[in-house]
Nanobody
Framework: QVQLVESGGGLVQAGGSLRLSCAAS????????MGWFRQAPGKEREFVSS????????YYANFVKGRFTMSRDNAKNTVYLQMNSLKPEDTAVYYC?????????????????WGQGTQVTVSS
């Protein structure tokens, strides 16, 4: 079992930056690939990024490439999402997901564990 808690969301102007964190409980964190997803009002949850268990492999949605960077610190049981050059269309609740598998994935059904989400609002 893994419990996930996101933090770091907030209100930022377009062009600004935020760093999201996802803290995991449980001793098996380093066995899990992790992902970030987001959900805007009235829309389905969509994939943002994923990182493998070692942290040396990442995969990003096209709309965040070059702007967002995902990383992890297995010693701290935490994954991060550094978001730069934010746009109003990035406004959403951002969720951290965990999957009991070493490899990255963009498929929401591959993730078994979810946090409660953190709100990111980008003003124009």
């Amino acid at each position: 079992q893994v419990q996930l808690v996101e933090s770091g969301g907030g209100l930022v102007q377009a062009g600004g930056s935020l760093r999201l964190s996802c803290a995991a409980s449980g001793r098996t964190f380093s066995s899990y690939a992790m992902g970030w997803f987001r959900q805007a009002p009235g829309k389905e949850r969509e994939f943002v990024s994923s990182i493998n268990l070692n942290g040396d492999g990442t995969y990003y949605a096209n709309f965040v490439k070059g702007r967002f960077t995902m990383s992890r610190d297995n010693a701290k049981n935490t994954v991060y999402l550094q978001m730069n050059s934010l746009k109003p269309e990035d406004t959403a609740v951002y969720y951290c997901g965990g999957r009991a598998n070493p490899h990255v994935s963009s498929r929401i059904n591959d993730y078994s564990y979810w946090g409660q989400g953190t709100q990111v609002t980008v003003s124009s």
